[in-house]
């Protein structure tokens, strides 16, 4: 065996679970920009599932509302500060 180095070091966190399973009140629309600005990274991208913990088939469902947004003006392409 051998030992254990910070590179190869594992660690075992708590498993995210997927707010729209867990809370089936929640829905998943392109009029609500306030609920998908928390899937959007500062820079205006899509957050990927292992950082937002959500799970597939509401992430592709995500994707596409959040695309959909964009393109009816109701969110950025990117962020507002011009570099």
């Known amino acids: ?4 180095t910070p590179t190869t070091k ?3 966190g708590r498993r995210k ?5 867990a809370d089936k009140t929640l829905y998943i629309d392109y009029k609500t920009p306030s609920m ?11 957050v990927p599932r ?6 597939a088939p509401h992430q592709r469902t995500l994707q596409n ?3 959909r947004a ?10 507002a500060t011009a570099d």
Request: glycine content about 4%; proline content about 7%.
């Open 70 to 79: 964009r393109v009816l003006a109701f969110m950025p392409y990117s962020s």
């Open 1 to 4: 065996m051998k030992p254990e």
């Open 50 to 55: 292992r950082i937002s913990g959500v799970c």
């Open 36 to 46: 998908l600005k928390r899937f959007i990274s500062e820079r205006g991208k899509i």
């Open 65 to 67: 509302e959040i695309k």
């Open 17 to 21: 679970v997927c707010p729209f399973c």
């Open 10 to 12: 594992r660690r075992f």
